[in-house]
């Protein structure tokens, strides 16, 4: 069974662009929740899809938004880049529910320059 | 202070040392994970409690829902135990949300 695959694995953008990082969950996974880690402030909630619906939002700026798709894939987008968006991005899937095991993907290192 | 309470921090020990890692947490749960994460970045799921105590291994988890703590143990360390271990809680309706502890720096010395 194919785990949560993350693309790019590595991304380097400039400061005022923006990106767009993918999230493919396990088959059967309805929903994926993605996290940004940072030496700083280590691993934080971005938000939570469940059945292309935002379930859930952490307290992060209005540049960070997301979707999801009706075969679960996500995708995260941050714009107008600023150089403290540079983290490892991480999604995770998981059966719909308050009690189940989440799986991590192996995550996006984005380099802002 | 932060929801979620890790300690210590970091932690240095001998192959073949028993190891413990506790958490502590403020906020009501439906869920407390044990992650482990290696260098490069992947993140692995070891255990999802929420009651009691679980096995795999060499690694236990408990966890004491009225005093809001778990601990992560591992029997017979190894150096490839070394790793960042993370406790992350779920809140009761916040489905996907987890709440991240500081993480441990656990190294393994052979």
């Known amino acids: 069974k194919a785990g949560v695959t993350q693309t790019p694995r590595y991304l380097i953008k400039t400061r005022g662009q923006q990106v767009t990082l993918s999230c493919s969950p396990i088959s059967g996974h309805r929903s994926v929740s993605w996290y940004q880690q940072t030496p700083g402030q280590g691993l934080q909630f971005l938000f939570e899809?469940?059945?292309?619906?935002?379930?859930n939002k952490g307290n992060f700026p209005g540049r960070f938004s997301g979707r999801q798709f009706s075969n679960s894939r996500s995708e995260m987008n941050v714009s107008t880049l600023e150089l403290g968006d540079s983290a490892l991005y991480l999604c995770?899937?998981?059966?719909?529910?308050?009690?189940?095991?989440?799986?991590f993907g192996q995550g996006t290192r984005l380099t802002v320059v | 202070k932060n929801e979620v309470e890790q300690s210590p921090q970091n932690l240095t020990a001998q192959e073949g040392e028993f190891i413990t890692i506790n958490c502590s947490y403020s906020v009501g749960i439906s869920a407390l994970h044990w992650l482990q994460q290696h260098p490069g970045g992947g993140i692995v799921s070891l255990f999802m409690?929420?009651?009691g105590k679980k096995k795999h291994g060499r690694l236990i988890a408990t966890i004491n829902i009225q005093e809001k703590h778990s601990s992560l143990h591992i029997t017979a360390s190894h150096p490839r135990d070394s790793a960042v271990y993370i406790c992350a809680a779920r809140g009761g309706t916040s489905y996907g949300k987890l709440t991240f502890g500081q993480g441990t720096i656990l190294t393994v010395h052979p």
């Open positions: 899809y469940f059945s292309e619906t935002q379930r």
């Open positions: 995770a899937s998981s059966f719909p529910g308050s009690n189940t095991e989440a799986f």
């Open positions: 409690l929420s009651s």
